[in-house]
């Protein structure tokens, strides 16, 4: 394992449909990060994830959100009754915080598009 | 609130010749700042990055420099290869918390 992995790459699916995405971090990273990328933007912070517990949401995370991380380990975005502006690209990163700064690394993301 | 700010959504410059990007930000809590590079169907990787208490960090052909009273940084690329043609986002982070990004500088290299 040598990096963010994230699955599926891509995903169509129909208004008011749930989606769920998975992303296995980098083994001994403790954060787990989510982004959300539209065209032209950068990515933009969604959630983040110390260990198991979540410790902030952005306000860009609606109530039809939702993000586990339950063993620490890998974590799931879920979106439900997906709406046509959920479509984006929606990254995770993980990065292993400690004394010294330490970058994030992302994963491919995983592309949502909404029919 | 775009406490981030790249400029320039676009930059075309010779290979073997300087490229320069920049990158504005207005939240002085920030205290690490980080490049990272975009192919497309890809996602970002990182590039180098500065702490705040640096005004510039080098690596090969890559160089970060951090004005921190005017609040700007910037990415050096000498010389400029066509395969450094990609899109660019500058971040920041404060209290290693999450990261806050521009919205990014496709870099053209041309042969």
């Known amino acids: 394992d040598t990096g963010v992995s994230q699955n599926p790459r891509h995903k169509i699916t129909k208004r008011g449909q749930n989606v769920t995405f998975r992303c296995d971090p980098i083994?001994?990273?403790?954060?787990l990060y989510w982004y959300r990328q539209t065209l032209g933007q950068g990515p933009e912070f969604l959630t983040y994830?110390?260990?198991?517990?979540?410790?902030?949401k952005s306000r860009l995370l609606s109530d039809r959100f939702s993000a586990e991380r339950p063993k620490g380990s890998f974590s799931t975005l879920e979106i439900q009754r997906t709406e046509q502006g959920d479509s984006a690209m929606y990254l995770c990163?993980?990065?292993?915080?400690?004394?010294?700064?330490?970058?994030?690394?992302f994963g491919d993301g995983t592309r949502l598009s909404i029919l | 609130d775009q406490q981030v700010k790249q400029n320039s959504p676009s930059l075309s410059v010779q290979e073997g010749r300087i490229s320069i990007l920049n990158c504005d930000y207005t939240?002085?809590?920030?205290?690490?700042f980080l490049w990272y590079k975009k192919y497309p169907a890809e996602g970002p990787t990182f590039l180098i990055s500065?702490?705040?208490?640096?005004d510039k960090n080098e690596d090969g052909r890559f160089t970060v420099f951090l004005n921190k009273s005017a609040k700007h940084l910037s990415l050096h690329i000498v010389p400029s290869q066509p395969g450094d043609s990609a899109v660019y986002f500058c971040?920041?982070?404060?209290?290693?918390?999450?990261?806050?990004f521009g919205a990014g500088t496709r870099l053209t290299v041309k042969p």
């Open positions: 083994s001994e990273h403790n954060r």
């Open positions: 971040a920041a982070r404060a209290n290693n918390n999450d990261m806050r």
């Open positions: 990163a993980s990065s292993l915080v400690g004394t010294v700064n330490q970058p994030q690394h």
């Open positions: 939240n002085s809590m920030f205290d690490y």
């Open positions: 994830f110390q260990n198991e517990a979540q410790l902030e």
């Open positions: 500065i702490s705040s208490i640096k």
